[in-house]
């Protein structure tokens, strides 16, 4: 016999941490009650995984809580405050439109940020309207969800309300909240806007708490601070290899983006590449191109010389003593971002031991590609299949003579074929959250009210590496178009 869900606790076990800091670091608020909130995405597993019940979330309890109309019992919203470089340009700003519902502590005692993205205005909303829209919240939710099966850091999304009520943006849309999930929302833009404000205690007191709770091995370091740089270098010199294998374009690298956690956050104008090009751009705005896949890893750097500067009155108290030992450690992230992604082009093409001409190969074949306008994740699925795709690129004299090359590589490894293609098929995903494919799930949801378009997406991505029949349809790549594939930030 089944408790009737009403009588079945949702497992909220919040223990809000962040509340506790210093009061300039967040504006205490509840979210803005909507219409008629209805759940129209909904993570089940992800769920579990947190502790919390889907009996009980997965209707219109679950629906009142996701849109803010119902605060669980044991949060403590807010709003967080940061700042950020958006595109270069120093900007105090916070949480505009989303509010942070408390932290969830699982079963294995993981602690996880629950907020509301479009929950309303808060002190930071610089005259917007707090609110967001379905198409881009359903987006976050299918390309957030696609990345976690890829094996990316990266926040997660655990529900979806529609509103019920409009936003207006470039035309009227219906209005939506998102759920999302993540090890925390601390910024390299948290740390600049304490640093700004030149209040030093409050910047200790948010260092302490970072390290306490993303790098608890580094707080018996002699230095405790440098070694928070030297571990936010770590991860995110980890992330950038992973986008960057992956094909993988965030379109807005501003540093309030930059989670100090090494997730993905903050999910706008990001896209998957088609066709190979480092210049590829999803961004509308971003006319000079800084934040162009080819340019991730230099921002990613940028973005961290930031941190480092917030964090310079910590290093030491000598602000050249402080300078110096940050500028012996900022150097180390391209080389360890050039270490994951080395080894992981590698693992794409089944190297399974190392040799001085690896990285020549691999640029060879990164050149043919953007010559040839090859399909980045094609191109790779189909050497893990050892198929040929129907483009210039298998058709060209000096690809065949790239392959004679890469088969002579492989044979020279003191492993099997069978085991390198083994390596290939774990290293490269048969599908991505194709730019087509997600515009085409939006459209149905948002301008039909066909969610199965979407699920059946979501179901395709699920398993992105098993190479399954149900998944080739979503593997092909889009039809060749004059049109540049665009998307917005600030919906």
């Not at 479009?118 to 939710?141: H, I, K």
């Amino acid at each position: 016999m089944t408790d009737h869900p009403s009588l079945i606790e949702p497992g909220w076990q919040f223990d809000n941490s962040y509340a506790k800091l210093p009061q300039m670091l967040y504006s205490s608020l509840s979210p803005t009650a909507v219409h008629a909130p209805q759940l129209v995405a909904f993570n089940a597993p992800l769920a579990v995984s947190l502790g919390l019940q889907p009996s009980v979330l997965d209707g219109e309890d679950g629906a009142a809580v996701f849109a803010g109309n119902v605060v669980p019992e044991g949060a403590e919203p807010l709003a967080q405050a940061y700042a950020g470089h958006q595109f270069g340009h120093f900007t105090m700003l916070g949480d505009g439109r989303a509010i942070l519902l408390g932290e969830q502590i699982t079963p294995e005692g993981k602690r996880y940020d629950i907020q509301l993205k479009g929950a309303g205005r808060t002190p930071f909303s610089r005259g917007g309207d707090g609110r967001a829209a379905l198409g881009p919240m359903l987006r976050e939710y299918i390309i957030s969800e696609a990345m976690h099966a890829l094996g990316i850091p990266t926040t997660r999304s655990l529900a979806v309300v529609s509103t019920g009520e409009p936003v207006y943006r470039e035309s009227e849309l219906p209005g939506a909240v998102l759920t999302r999930v993540a090890a925390s929302h601390i910024r390299v833009g948290t740390f600049q806007f304490v640093s700004a404000s030149q209040r030093y205690p409050e910047l200790q007191a948010l260092a302490d708490y970072t390290l306490e709770r993303h790098y608890p091995e580094a707080l018996a370091a002699d230095n405790r601070y440098l070694a928070l740089l030297q571990e936010v270098i770590k991860r995110q010199a980890s992330l950038i290899a992973h986008w960057q294998l992956a094909g993988f374009v965030h379109g807005v690298m501003n540093t309030d983006n930059m989670a100090i956690s090494g997730e993905t956050i903050d999910y706008g104008p990001c896209a998957f590449l088609d066709t190979f090009d480092p210049a590829t751009v999803f961004s509308s705005i971003d006319s000079q191109g800084r934040y162009a896949y080819g340019n991730q890893p230099r921002i990613a750097a940028w973005n961290l010389t930031r941190f480092a500067e917030a964090l310079l009155p910590l290093i030491d108290e000598d602000s050249e003593q402080a300078v110096k030992l940050a500028e012996q450690e900022l150097p180390r992230f391209i080389d360890l971002y050039h270490e994951h992604w080395l080894s992981g082009m590698r693992a794409k093409l089944g190297l399974i031991s190392e040799e001085e001409q690896d990285e020549q190969l691999i640029e060879e074949l990164l050149a043919l590609m953007q010559k040839h306008r090859a399909d980045y994740t094609n191109t790779f699925r189909a050497l893990t299949l050892g198929t040929q795709e129907a483009s210039d690129l298998f058709g060209a004299e000096e690809f065949a003579q790239w392959q004679e090359l890469w088969t002579a590589r492989l044979e020279r490894q003191p492993a099997t074929r069978a085991e390198a293609q083994a390596l290939m098929r774990s290293s490269n995903p048969a599908v991505i959250p194709r730019n087509h494919r997600v515009e085409e799930a939006l459209a149905a949801a948002v301008d039909e009210g066909d969610f199965g378009v979407m699920e059946r997406l979501l179901q395709a991505l699920k398993e992105p590496y098993a190479y399954s029949p149900g998944q080739e349809a979503y593997a092909a790549a889009p039809e060749p178009s004059s049109c540049r594939y665009r998307t917005y930030c600030g919906t």
